[in-house]
C-alpha cells in the first residue's frame, strides 16, 4: 500500500515562493508515476504536475507552466513543487498522488490510485 505524506503548504503574498514536498512509503518510489493536483474551494480537483519515474517526461497544466517546477528525488522517496510568482488563484488544498503507471504513460490525465491527505497553500494579493 503506497503512503504519502505532504508538507510544506502555508500563506504567502502574490508574487511569492512556497515549495511542497510529499513523501512516499510501501511501494517502490523509483516505479510511481507521480503528481500534484489542486482543489480551490468550490471547485474541483484539477492537476497541475505529473513526472515519470525518472523525471525524463512532465507535464504541466497551463496555468502553472513558468512558475511551477515539479522534481523528484528517488533516493528520497520524494517528490516535490516549486512554487513561484505565487497568484491569488493558485490557493487550494495541494495533494500529492501516485500511480503504478511506466513512463510513457504518465501524465495528468491517467488515474491515480494513490493520493496524499493534502497540504493547504493559500496565497494573498
Known amino acids: 500500500q503506497v503512503q504519502l505524506v505532504e508538507s510544506g503548504g502555508g500563506s504567502s503574498q502574490a508574487g511569492g515562493s512556497l515549495r511542497l514536498s510529499c513523501s512516499g512509503s510501501?511501494?517502490?518510489?523509483?516505479?510511481?508515476?507521480m503528481a500534484w493536483f489542486r482543489q480551490a474551494p468550490g471547485k474541483e480537483r484539477e492537476g497541475v504536475a505529473s513526472?515519470?519515474?525518472?523525471?525524463?517526461?512532465?507535464d504541466y497544466d497551463d496555468s502553472v507552466k513558468g512558475r511551477f517546477t515539479i522534481s523528484r528525488d528517488n533516493a528520497k522517496n520524494t517528490l516535490y513543487l516549486q512554487m513561484n510568482s505565487l497568484k491569488p488563484e493558485d490557493t487550494g488544498i495541494y495533494y500529492c498522488?501516485?500511480?503504478?503507471?511506466?513512463?510513457?504513460?504518465?501524465?495528468?490525465?491517467?488515474?491515480?490510485?494513490?493520493w496524499g491527505q493534502g497540504t493547504q497553500v493559500t496565497v494573498s494579493s
Open positions: 498522488a501516485a500511480a503504478g503507471a511506466p513512463w510513457r504513460s504518465c501524465g495528468l490525465g491517467i488515474n491515480f490510485a494513490y
Open positions: 513526472i515519470s519515474t525518472t523525471g525524463a517526461v512532465i
Open positions: 510501501g511501494y517502490p518510489f523509483s516505479n510511481l508515476c
